[in-house]
DNA sequence: TCTGGGGTCCTAGGACCC
DNA sequence: TCTGGGGTCCTAGGACCC
């Protein structure tokens, strides 16, 4: 008898494979099967970052979050194309639309990532694999799945064997399977934290696993120190969280050449403003904190915020107040990158007619 | 080697209130 | 005259994730 057969619950990692990459090759079939990178745009000696990259690309070294420079040094004949958000938030809505089919308690954890709670099936692995002939016969997209008794394990497991991949992976199995791989693998050990473990000698998961706790919370703090080990060996006790709410909206935008006249600051500020309260109206949410954000050079990364008593989404009231922000700040260096974000977030009780708020009728009643 | 854009969560200090 | 303890809110920065 299969040992998962035993699990109390059943999680599912849903992984599509280079998902960026794949959706523009369904419209650009004449590309596959050569190095193809997604970026921010298409000037290769231009600034900004490897958004994905195909496994033909990967294999000279080019991932996402890389520098277009380094991509391009890398891989100077891959074909860059430009990211197309909304073309990829339409794909990963189908996906996600194939997904709720299996399962109704599914956690969104990005456009190209879910997690499914299949606890009670009795065929999990005839589900997952059912769920990937669903998603590749609705979209033509290739997805990876993990199975396993918690979302961690899950979401570990989902990479094992990826691209295409179904992958089981049970507590016991952790260390074998990657008990020599660097500690970065566990979720929420960054490049900062790894090199803190590292001064502790730690470097590979089964090294994590084996630290002393005191050890460990005295170099990451107390929470982080003991929920990292605890991850390394495989315990994770989160459930599967549908209908999460947003709790900021924001806008950045970098300049490709460092800026300092204030009026070039001014206009981006406004063009930011504007879009950050469309978004706002678009989610009908309001909110009473605005933050602004200014990168500085080389790469010095500050905020101002400041909140007011009534949550808005009026662009006038957002602007005066990102404005005053601005002109508050000292700038001592040319700007890299300029952003907007409201944060503080309530739904809109406007429009009650229409659109009852559950809340508000009840005060209403 | 040069580092996008959209988010979430955590920490720590200070203000303020009871 | 010296000085509690707890709680909440706000601000700024940092780490991390996709």
Known sequence: MAAWRAWPRIFAHVDMDAFF???ELLRRPELRGQPVIVATGTDATARGVVMAASYEAR???????LPLAVAHRRCPRA?????????????????????????????VAGLDEAYLDLSGSPTPKARARQLKRDVRAATGL???VGLAPNKLLAKIASDLEKPDGLCLLEPDGMLEAVGDRPATLIPGVGE????????????TVADLAAAEDPALQR??????????????????????????????????TTFQADVTDAATLRGTLDELVDSVCR???????SGRTVTLKIRLRPFRTHTRSKTIDEPTRDPERVRAIARELLAAFELDAPVRLLGVGVSSLAADAQRLGSAPVQGALAIEA
């Not at 900062?192 to 470097?203: D, N």
């Not at 978004?279 to 949410?285: H, S």
């Open 279 to 285: 978004g706002l109206a678009a989610g009908a949410r």
């Open 21 to 23: 990459v794949s959706v």
């Open 192 to 203: 900062r934290t790894a090199e803190r473990l590292a001064g502790l000698g730690i470097r």
């Open 79 to 107: 074909v860059l194309l430009p990211r197309n958000l909304e073309l990829y938030r339409r794909a990963s809505a189908q996906v996600m639309e194939v997904l709720r089919r299996f399962s109704d308690r599914i956690e």
């Open 219 to 252: 170099a990451l703090g107390p929470r982080l120190g003991h929920a990292l080990r605890e991850r390394a060996r495989g315990h994770d006790e989160r459930p599967v969280v549908t209908g999460r709410e947003r709790k900021s909206e924001s806008r950045e």
């Open 142 to 144: 290739i997805c990876s």
């Open 59 to 65: 294999r000279f070294g080019v991932h996402s979050a």
